[in-house]
Structure formats: structure tokens, C-alpha cells
T-cell receptor
Framework: NAGVMQNPRHLVRRRGQEARLRCSPM?????VYWYRQLPEEGLKFMVY????????ESGMPKERFSAEFPKEGPSILRIQQVVRGDSAAYFC????????????FGPGTRLTVL | DAKTTQPTSMDCAEGRAANLPCNHS???????VYWYRQIHSQGPQYIIH???NNETNEMASLIITEDRKSSTLILPHATLRDTAVYYC??????????????FGQGTTLQVKP
């Protein structure tokens, strides 16, 4: 049973470009979470999704950031018009049907904005 | 969710038990204690969780005080690969909980040969 997969592992973008980060949860997991870790800082919750629904986006910046988890395919975290302050490691986690189960994290995508 | 307090850093000799404390004095009756760790630059890894009874799995043991105001994560025989940042997280486990984890600064455990 493969773990949580994220791609790309490393992403370089210039200011103003768009970044798309993909997350494939573990097989059988229908809950996905995105977290961000800025350099030398702790992990911060961004958004929680179930299939086709955003459940909690209280940690998402109000502008430029969006997330989706379609019926088919991976979850996508999209950052429009990236700025240098978006440079961070973005981690995805998944859990089974009950959101109170432990979360299994992917290896992360390291975004660098030039 | 209740706030947790952990020491910033700890050292442990390889092969010895590592005991990582966590204070959660404002914990509510329906809040669980979770432990995760993050080995350098990797995604966090779930270790263990508990409500009020002590718990043990293949990775670690979790000792929760009777008043539930503090807990200790025990790695019985620490190895160099256990060097990581360890996070103690308290969160409600109900159907209305969105499941998000609130990470603090954690404890940086350095296992030394």
C-alpha cells in the first residue's frame, strides 16, 4: 500500500507565475489536509478537504490560494501569482473515513519562488 | 484545542530511553494527546495517541498522568535515526472536529552516539 504521494517534490517558479501542487492520498483515504512550513518555522494547517468538498479552509490565505479534491484524481493546491513569501515546504496528509484518525503525511513539495 | 508546552530541546544517549515531556494543563475531558515527529525535512510521522490510559505500540509508549495535565512520550531504546522534532498535540476527537493538527514548536531531540 503506497503512502501519500506528492509531486513535484521540488518546484521553482518566478514571481507572478502559478504553482500547482498535487497530492495523492493513501488508498482508501477520503480525507486530505494541506499544511505549510515556512523556512525555520513550524507546520501550519491550511485546508481540509473531503472528496469534492472543502470542509475547513480557515488556514488558507484569503487571496491567490485555492484547493480542490475532485471525485477522480489527486488533490490540488494552487497558488496564483506567486511571491517570494510563498517559498516553503507544502505537506499533504490523508486519513481514512473518520477525520479523527491519525494523519499520514507525504514527503512534501518544496516551492522556491525566485 | 488545548495548548501544549514542551522543552525546546533535549539530548539522549544512543541506546538509552528518551523521555519527552509535554504539559497540557488546560486539556478537556474529550481531548486526546497525539504525538508526531518530523525527521529533518521529511513529512511528519504519526507516533502514538491516547486519551487517559497509557498506550504502547511498536514505536513508543505514552504515559498520561492521572489528572491528564501532562504526558510523557518514551522511546525505549533511542537510535540515531530517532533524532527529530517531536510534537505533542492535543485535539478534540468528535465527529464535528475537522481533524486539523495544530503544531507547536515541538522538542528537538538529539540522539548522540
Amino acid at each position: 500500500n503506497a503512502g501519500v504521494m506528492q509531486n513535484p517534490r521540488h518546484l521553482v517558479r518566478r514571481r507572478g507565475q502559478e504553482a500547482r501542487l498535487r497530492c495523492s492520498p493513501m488508498k482508501g483515504h477520503s480525507h486530505v489536509y494541506w499544511y505549510r512550513q515556512l523556512p525555520e518555522e513550524g507546520l501550519k494547517f491550511m485546508v481540509y478537504l473531503q472528496k469534492e468538498n472543502i470542509i475547513d479552509e480557515s488556514g488558507m490565505p484569503k487571496e491567490r490560494f485555492s484547493a480542490e479534491f475532485p471525485k477522480e484524481g489527486p488533490s490540488i493546491l494552487r497558488i496564483q501569482q506567486v511571491v517570494r513569501g510563498d517559498s516553503a515546504a507544502y505537506f499533504c496528509a490523508s486519513s481514512p473515513r473518520d477525520s479523527n484518525n491519525e494523519q499520514f503525511f507525504g514527503p512534501g513539495t518544496r516551492l522556491t519562488v525566485l | 484545542d488545548a495548548k501544549t508546552t514542551q522543552p525546546t530541546s533535549m539530548d539522549c544517549a544512543e541506546g538509552r530511553a528518551a523521555n519527552l515531556p509535554c504539559n497540557h494543563s488546560t486539556i478537556s475531558g474529550n481531548e486526546y494527546v497525539y504525538w508526531y515527529r518530523q525527521i529533518h525535512s521529511q513529512g511528519p510521522q504519526y507516533i502514538i495517541h491516547g486519551l487517559k490510559n497509557n498506550e504502547t505500540n511498536e514505536m513508543a509508549s505514552l504515559i498520561i498522568t492521572e489528572d491528564r495535565k501532562s504526558s510523557t512520550l518514551i522511546l525505549p531504546h533511542a537510535t540515531l535515526r530517532d533524532t527529530a522534532v517531536y510534537y505533542c498535540i492535543v485535539r478534540v476527537a468528535t465527529t464535528s472536529n475537522t481533524g486539523k493538527l495544530i503544531f507547536g514548536q515541538g522538542t528537538t531531540l538529539q540522539v548522540k552516539p
